[in-house]
């Protein structure tokens, strides 16, 4: 009895100072471009009324077989491109106004590729037993508008965020008790 609570002592203060066991994760959107700049780049090398859209699986936006794609039919593409009558259809980019010309024959895809890092600091005990956490987020992403009629690229436009860099913190008093807790409010409140 004497020699297991010495070792009970020990193995809890080895795991109480292992960060390294809290857990750790990533999220990417394949295919990975590198980094925010390196998609800010590809899409750039894509000239309005000129590149065909074979070019654009070349540079990384394939929007056949490429992931993470998404279809904007031709309504949505002139409320996304158009959305104010007030708007003179001469001050339209050009792209746009043939987009609205070619009407159905008009479609755009929303490419997005995103890289996050999740880490985990503190204590192994007071994360283990859901008392608090703090996760550090750290990562980046990238959308790209390209909008194609006739085997032709009509428009592009990108957004994003170049960097991310965020903490979650979450503390619960009554640590592994809190969900229960949760639940137990939520079924006296209805």
Known sequence: MT?????????C???AACGSMLPRGSTDTPPGFASFEEAQAAVQRIAP??????????LGF???AGPNVTLIPY??????????PGVPYEKLDVGIRRCIEAQTACRGYVFHHERQ???REGSFWLDFLNVRRTTYIKGWWFDALIVVTDGTVLFRNYAGQAS????????NP?????????????VLIH
């Open 62 to 64: 394939d929007p056949v």
């Open 13 to 15: 203060g080895v795991l």
């Open 3 to 11: 020699l297991r609570f010495p070792l009970s002592l020990g193995l």
């Open 75 to 84: 309504p949505d593409i002139v409320g996304r491109l158009a959305p104010h």
């Open 117 to 119: 890092d999740r880490r």
């Open 164 to 171: 991310t860099d965020k903490v979650d913190r979450q503390v």
């Open 49 to 58: 009324l000129q590149t065909p859209t074979s070019e654009l699986p070349k």
């Open 174 to 186: 009554l640590g592994p008790f809190q969900p229960a807790g949760e639940s137990a409010g939520s």
